[in-house]
């Protein structure tokens, strides 16, 4: 069992920047990776960036503006959102993940990113 906690979310200004924090605790011996995923109302939720085996990956709307990163410490893992150059359009809820070998999912509550024009 995998437990996900985000924090950093706000209300920003376009063109401003926001650090999403992901504190992950519990088990990790099955690991595979973690991610952000974001929910605009009246959308499906889509993959934002991941890292899994070390290897990162980013949609192409955050490209060059966004930055996901792993730190470890022990039993715990916390996985950081660095995002720049906000755009109204990147507004949504955006929630941690993470994902064992076996395909199990772990989500966190969300927290609201608002970016205004």
């Known amino acids: 069992q995998v437990q996900l906690v985000e924090s950093g979310g706000g209300l920003v200004q376009a063109g401003g920047s926001l650090r999403l924090s992901c504190a992950a605790s519990?088990?990790?011996?099955?690991?595979?990776?973690m991610g952000w995923y974001r929910q605009a109302p009246g959308k499906q939720r889509e993959l934002v960036a991941s890292?899994?085996?070390?290897?990162?990956?980013?949609a192409d709307s955050v490209k060059g503006r966004f930055t996901i990163t792993i730190s470890s410490d022990g039993a715990k893992k916390t996985v950081y959102l660095q995002m720049h150059s906000l755009k109204p359009e990147d507004t949504a809820v955006y929630y941690c993940?993470?994902?064992?070998?076996?395909?199990?999912?772990?989500w966190g509550p969300g927290t609201q990113v608002t970016i205004s024009s």
């Open positions: 993940n993470a994902i064992t070998v076996y395909g199990d999912n772990y």
């Open positions: 519990g088990s990790f011996f099955s690991f595979y990776g």
């Open positions: 890292i899994l085996s070390g290897i990162t990956n980013y």
